[in-house]
């Protein structure tokens, strides 16, 4: 298999939550020149510190990671899978999106962020900036810029850019018997249900200033 494939066809093993970790983990080392600690993990992803170690050694199992027991900061991501320059592409962010409009339609264009295509893999990606608190038990905060992989449909449990009439949410999509159920991650919040919903798009990754 030629190593793009199987690098793509790897990242398909990782849940959405630990391609955010790993995606985090080799942003953090691409900018500090060293690795997180664990909590700078917790903190990221506003998580304890023992859910950050469970996701660590979730992808020291899958072989994307190497830990040294006892020593903070001794996280090293395995050969492959740290994003360097040569790895970066410009995905369009994207303002408010305009139903009718193409999606990637000057209209709704509001630059560019440069992003690792090893660890958003294959596909035409997109980024929305994080409004609000709905999904803030996934980790996903106010000020967060969303990278999304255009596709028109997705699984159960994942976590979706919907349109719904003229708004676009960030939601966990559930496919129901008659019609698709949105939900939250923050109990405040209550599910959206609807029988007209356009898939724009399935979580890959966040990308969090500090």
Known sequence: MPARAERDWAL?????????????????????????????????????????????????????????????????VADGWLADDDGLVEVPLLGNVVAGVPLLAEENLDGYIAVSSRLIGAGRHFGLKVRGDSMRDAGIL????????????????????????????????????????????N???????TQNVRILGKLSAIVRAY
Do not use: W
């Open 12 to 76: 398909k093993s990782l849940t959405d939550r630990q391609r955010q970790v790993l995606s985090f983990i080799s942003a953090y080392i691409g900018e500090h020149k060293y690795p997180p600690a664990v909590r700078d993990l917790a903190g990221h992803f506003a998580i304890s510190t023992k859910g950050a170690y469970d996701h660590l050694k979730a992808l020291e199992r899958k072989g994307y990671i190497r830990c040294a027991d006892h020593r903070s900061r001794a996280i090293e």
């Open 142 to 185: 106010d000020g967060d810029t969303a990278i999304v992989r255009q596709q028109a449909q997705a699984d159960n449990g994942a976590i979706v850019v919907a349109m719904i009439e003229e708004a676009v949410t960030l939601k966990r999509l559930y496919l129901e018997k008659n019609r698709v159920r949105l939900e939250a991650e």
């Open 187 to 193: 109990p405040d919040y209550p599910p959206i249900f």
